[in-house]
């Protein structure tokens, strides 16, 4: 027997793991209970890792498309074949007409998050699309014009607050998204314990809105206007108060205080359900805590206002006093460093949108890729530049994407696809090629871009538990590969010889860069350094990474204890660099080095929102998403100990609205939308607002050629059917999932 510690890959939480092997066979996954970071949490997902990586559909061989079906290959003619497709595409067409898609996934893996980039600057394309704009992308659209970098996001100081208010938000079911906090729903049991509150609003009573104080029964769509009013109440009373250790670097407050005034409480109850005592019963709460924060996540990112809904978050944390100051809203400093560490503190170019637009619609860009929603069009409609090659790491936008039939469709009209996936999928099942990586037991991890919004600063490296078979190439040298094969270096071209070029590049950078800790050393000693131990692709790069943070031991410059890569192998539990630091200012890029709390683009989108007062008022049937605790979105549904025992993957329902639709429970109906419509199970339960539906998401494994045994058993249907590719939140791009207008009729 022996023992190997790894943090969990499968989501935001960044568990670790104890993980018991006999040879190269897991017994047992337990939680680390001297993780310096979960203590011992785990939930449901992480203990089969060990399921995942033995279940027999997960591809263990190249696949390749002949005559409709896909047959197992070897890697040499798996390459060739992604050659003359992509390069054949690629020469017909041009660049333009290849089109990439980033899979959630991505950002939980070390080889993805470091070698994606090349593979996207070797396409050389600006069709680049990934899950961002179906899931995350408002929260960082606003906290770019705000604080200057999209990484810039103020997170709950959850150890220390006496006041929670968690908006659109469910971490009993899916712990922090944009907050990494293992045990968030333990974190949440201890601010109670110690006198504090917690509100949750939301349309649904969730298991969070359970535990909590209080439940602010919210309509679907409308947390903007309930946060405006928040503000408007304070600024009537006379309570709005930044606190002395921002006011100095803030800009903008007087004029958003002003454009928030006429969202009183009166004349947005009937559009947001809420009261007007209920909504003052809210501001009173955070504005008389001792500290409070306001933390917002998917259900409100998900919607026709997620870029405003960031952005207002941001603003009552700062009228309230509990922006970067200990119990509320902080921001903080990763270990291997960041947008937000890196560079001339105070001092940024901004961020702006636009940098190019989608053919079909005119979309604009946003932080380098168009939205997701424009994809099956881009490949559709006829013209110069119309997408016919297909790139995807690691995602499934066929039943993640808004109107995933009018996709689903679409990718069967594309010349050539390549995917990078362990599974022949809803996506993938389109592919002329799938390249499948190892497992998550196979390589090594660290969550260089989640750890950017944790809790607490710390570090977790975890060496591969598992050796690759004979053969089988890593996944970074999967991706480097397919890089070089799209620059023309042929089937042949080595995977290290880009690794080498990376490497090379981000030594050069920092040398030359006056702020980086190594500026003026010589490239070549420290590329020596970094390879002197046989180190190569995410392990390399991530040293140097750590080596060159707000921590770093800067090869031999830094202090003894500095951060490197072979401090956190020393350490298998993880390094506690401590609890959050106030950063202001010394967290900023904005071309004032202030926070511009009054960007324009914010404060006219406040104009729309008034404008929608009426409309969102006077919606009828609504349907939201929902998350349970066993599910990460579709790929965990070939798990049979996840998905075993009652069946989630059903429409939640009022009883009031039950009554008046003549549903009953464990029958079915039908619920239709602009764009589509499924049948699904009911279930009537008192746990959602009257007026509102639910239905979870990631699910619809009921489409012919793939291998999904388990999940096909359990297909349930698809909610991405009913929601509109027209729907989006115009300053992020960002696919509208909740508040969806539908009708709901028997079956």
């Given amino acids: 027997m022996r023992i190997a510690y790894r943090t969990c890959p499968l989501c935001e939480a960044g568990c670790g793991l104890e993980v018991s092997l006999r040879g190269e066979h897991v017994v047992r996954i337990r939680g680390d209970r001297d993780d310096v970071f979960s203590r011992g949490y785990i939930c449901p997902k992480g203990s089969t890792l060990k399921q995942l990586h033995d279940d027999p559909d ?38 333009e007409s290849v089109a990439t898609y980033l899979g959630n996934p991505s950002a939980h893996n070390l080889s993805a998050m470091l070698f994606n980039r090349s593979l996207l600057q070797a396409v050389g394309t600006r069709q680049r699309y990934s899950a961002s704009t179906v899931d995350q992308m ?16 103020p997170v709950p100081d959850l150890d220390r607050t006496d006041h929670l208010v968690i908006v659109g938000a469910n971490p009993y079911a899916s712990n922090g ?31 969070t809105a359970e535990e909590a104080d209080r439940w602010v029964a919210i309509r679907p769509g409308t947390d903007a206007l309930f946060l405006a009013a928040i503000v408007s109440v304070l600024a009537a009373e006379g309570r709005v108060a930044a606190g002395d250790h921002i006011g100095p670097h803030l800009v903008g407050l007087d004029s958003v205080v002003a454009a928030c005034a006429p969202f009183t409480p009166d004349s947005v109850a009937a559009a947001t359900g809420v009261t007007p005592e209920e909504i003052r019963l809210v501001a009173h709460g955070l504005a008389d805590a001792a500290s409070a924060s306001v933390y917002g996540r998917v259900g409100t990112t998900t919607t026709e206002f997620g870029t405003v809904t960031s952005w207002l978050i941001d603003v009552v944390n700062i009228v309230t006093g509990n922006l970067d100051r200990a119990g509320g809203a902080m921001f903080a400093k990763p270990v291997a460093g960041g947008a937000s560490t890196r560079g001339v503190s105070g001092t940024g170019p901004g961020f702006r949108i636009g940098r190019g637009s989608t053919r079909a619609r005119g979309l604009p860009e946003v932080m380098g890729e168009y939205p997701a929603a424009a994809l099956a069009e881009e490949i559709t409609a006829p013209g110069d530049a ?16 808004p109107n995933s039939g009018q996709l689903d469709a679409a990718l069967a009209d594309l010349e050539f696809m390549v995917s990078v996936d362990i599974y022949l999928n809803e996506t993938t099942k389109h592919a002329d090629v799938i390249l499948p990586s190892p497992s998550q037991l196979q390589r090594s991890h660290y969550d260089l871009a989640l750890l950017q919004f944790a809790v607490r600063n710390v570090a977790n490296y975890s060496p591969a538990v598992l050796p690759l078979a004979d053969g089988e190439p890593d996944e970074w040298e999967i991706l480097a590969k397919l890089a070089l094969i799209a620059q023309g270096h042929g089937i042949d071209a080595d995977p290290q010889v880009l690794d080498d070029l990376v490497v090379a590049g981000m030594v050069r950078s920092a040398v030359a860069d006056p702020s980086s800790v190594i500026c003026g050393r010589d490239a070549d000693e420290v590329v020596g350094h970094l390879s002197s131990g046989g180190r190569r692709g995410p392990d390399r790069l991530l ?17 003894d204890d500095g951060a490197s890569l072979d401090l956190l192998v020393d350490n298998p539990h993880g390094v506690d660099f401590g609890a959050l630091e106030p950063r202001v200012p010394e967290i900023l890029r904005t071309p004032s080095g202030k926070i511009e709390l009054d960007h324009p683009v914010l404060i006219a989108d406040l104009e729309r929102l008034a404008g929608s007062i009426d409309e969102l008022r006077d919606r009828g049937l609504v349907l939201v998403g929902r998350r349970h605790l066993r599910s990460n979105n579709s790929w965990m549904h070939n798990i049979e100990v996840l998905v075993k025992g009652k069946p989630r993957c059903t429409l939640q329902v009022h009883p009031d609205d039950a009554a008046r639709l003549g549903l009953v429970n464990g029958g079915y109906a039908k ?31 009921d489409h012919p050629d793939t291998r999904l045994r388990v999940a096909a058993e359990r297909a349930g249907v698809n909610s991405n059917v009913l929601a509109d590719h027209e729907a989006l939140d115009p300053l992020s791009g960002t696919a509208v999932l909740n508040g969806i207008p539908v009708t709901v009729e028997l079956v």
């Fill in 58 to 95: 997960r591809l263990r061989r190249p696949l390749v498309k002949r005559d409709g079906h896909h047959v197992e290959v070897d890697w040499p003619e798996a390459w060739a074949e992604v050659e003359r497709g992509l390069l054949g595409v690629i020469g017909r067409s041009g660049r």
């Fill in 138 to 153: 408002p929260r960082q659209v606003a906290a770019a014009y705000v604080f200057g970098t999209p990484v810039s996001v």
């Fill in 177 to 207: 998204s944009l907050c990494t906090a293992p045990d968030f729903p333990g974190r949440i049991e201890a601010i109670r314990a110690r006198g504090g509150t917690v509100v949750v609003v939301d349309p649904r009573r969730s298991r």
């Fill in 386 to 401: 119309r997408v016919r090659a297909l790139i995807t790491v690691a995602g499934n936008p066929v039943l993640s994407t």
């Fill in 543 to 559: 040293d140097f990474m750590l080596q060159t943070g707000p921590y770093g031991a800067a090869f031999g410059a830094g202090p």
């Fill in 671 to 701: 619920v239709t939308s602009r764009v589509g419509s499924v049948d699904a199970p009911v279930e009537v339960t008192e746990m959602i607002r009257p007026g509102v539906v639910s239905l979870p998401h990631g699910w619809g494994h």
